[in-house]
């Protein structure tokens, strides 16, 4: 940014960067409030496409977690609860 940037020169360019016209025509009642608003804030009507849907993957490791849960739960027994 130029050093001889002023305050002024600021406004001016957010106003640009708002509104799409300088402050002079927008006080000049060329453009009506309502339109300048509409061009700032315009809704698409389109819904954003679904995410494309999870494929599945195999666990390349699915053996050995096999083996351990089996280990793990080898010495369980059942035992009904009393009711």
Known sequence: MPATTTLANLDKQHLLEQYGHPLAELLSERYCVQDVLKERIR????????????????????????????????????????A
């Open 43 to 82: 809704r698409t009507n389109r819904k954003a496409p679904p995410p494309p849907a999870r494929k599945p993957c195999p666990d390349p490791m699915a053996a050995q977690h096999r083996r351990v849960l089996a280990a793990a739960i080898a010495d369980w027994t059942y035992r009904p609860s009393t």
